[in-house]
């Protein structure tokens, strides 16, 4: 699913991603549309602009970056398998973090070539987080930071022996089904490790998970 405020851009991308084999589901131009749409049609990859224009009814033009931030939460919310891939015209930190922040699996500039977006677009797919060069730095530097405890040694919550197996599986990609399937457990039970996980790492989605997971050396 594509989410761009500008209509030659977005219409770009999609026909774009279309043409090398990608389905497109479905393109909106601004957050409640794309909160609106994307239930409907599950996509796994969210393709979205982060400076989205005015929301009929939402964020004045010069609060563009908080319509993004929105939209991201808002799908998130309501399809937590579903990956965010943010294709912005900012490389700003700021910007990147807050991205981040709100669910977003990966962070392109639109500087990105079609082939450095398809590639892109197939590995948040696969549930690896995919960055503009220079910006991955950026973004492990600011969760190594979180990580450390006041007395700047690492904060390494303890998880059981479950929650982390639990927790590799979900750096792979898998769906809690899926996992429950490995594991010969219900969906629920891999939810509730899932969840349980999430509050000891003080994590908001299965997206910060996976960064986790990937940093703490817990991934491929």
Known sequence: MVVDDHPI???GVARDLGERGLEVVATAPDAGAAIRIAPAVRPQVVLMDLHLGETPGGEPADRRISTGVTAIRGIVAKLPDTRILVLSASGEHADVLEALKAGATGYLVKSASVEEL??????????????TPGLAGLVLGEYRRLAQGPTGEPAVPALTDRETEVLRFVAKGLTARQIGERL???????ESHVQNTLRKLQLHNRSQLVRYAIEQGLAE
């Open 118 to 131: 398809v590639d892109a677009v197939q590995r948040t797919a696969q549930g690896i987080p995919v960055f």
């Open 9 to 11: 851009w977005r219409e």
């Open 184 to 190: 010969v457990v219900s969906h629920r039970t891999v």
